[in-house]
């Protein structure tokens, strides 16, 4: 069997629905209840149901075979994995957000909130820009409004929260979406079926 970590949530929703259209379904996730594992002789895989920041570990320490995983994850961890194919789902899109009116007039080190600190620092390297990368773990859009950052960088996907709480986008940096990934060694033994799986996928998210 094939094992395959999925994140809990919409995305990992999202993600058993392509797979059961590739005909690679294991039961319904929503049914679930509290069980974290499902699988499927018929289909050949097994479903792991995880924390989505935790998906590209348990792939990149073969406790997985496969994984889906959104972008900004791969991104921010740096994970030792195949990227095999872009999903098409979860879209939204890693940007720099500030009070609205705010100017970058590079004059002093700017400061800059994230849950995303390598993303950001990484960024900020690319402009030669002096930084201040304050790391925050929720309520990112609270930072510059408080006065602990100038600016934040964070994922957006309508934009709506930051409206909200009278914030704009600055710049963007990367489209986000979800990523199959495969754990490198297993790749090697199980080639075959992991590139028949992703070329099935690729067959749905292309309709």
């Known amino acids: ?14 993600a058993h629905e392509l ?20 699988e ?38 740096r994970p030792d994995v195949y990227e095999l194919l872009d999903l098409k789902i ?6 720099v957000a500030a009070k609205k009116g705010f ?4 004059s002093s080190v700017l400061r800059v909130a994230s849950k995303f600190t390598n993303i950001a620092e990484r960024y900020y390297a690319s402009l030669g820009r002096e930084v201040d990368i304050i790391k925050l773990n929720g ?24 409206r909200d709480n009278d914030l704009t986008v600055i710049a963007e940096i990367m489209p986000i979406s979800a990523r ?4 490198k060694v297993v790749y090697q033994f199980k080639s075959a079926e992991i ?4 070329d099935s996928l690729g067959v749905v998210t292309n309709d």
């Not at 995880?50 to 348990?58: E, G, N, Q, R, T």
Request: glycine letters at 12%; one cysteine or more; hydrophobic letters at 40%.
């Open 1 to 14: 069997m094939l094992n395959i970590a999925l994140p809990k949530g919409r995305l990992g929703e999202q």
């Open 19 to 38: 797979l059961t259209r590739a005909c690679y379904g294991g039961g319904s996730l929503s049914d679930m209840g509290r069980k974290l594992v499902i």
């Open 40 to 77: 499927s002789e018929s289909a050949g895989v097994r479903y792991f149901l995880v924390k989505p920041s935790d998906v590209a570990i348990y792939v990149e320490h073969g406790a997985a075979d496969l994984g889906i995983v959104g972008k900004d994850i791969l991104e921010e961890d």
């Open 90 to 95: 979860g879209r939204c899109r890693m940007c």
């Open 103 to 106: 100017e970058d007039d590079g």
């Open 139 to 162: 309520s990112i859009e609270l930072a510059p409004l408080l006065g602990l950052s100038d600016v934040i960088v964070d994922i957006v996907e309508s934009g709506k929260t930051l």
């Open 180 to 183: 199959l990934i495969a754990n």
């Open 195 to 198: 590139n028949e799986l992703r």
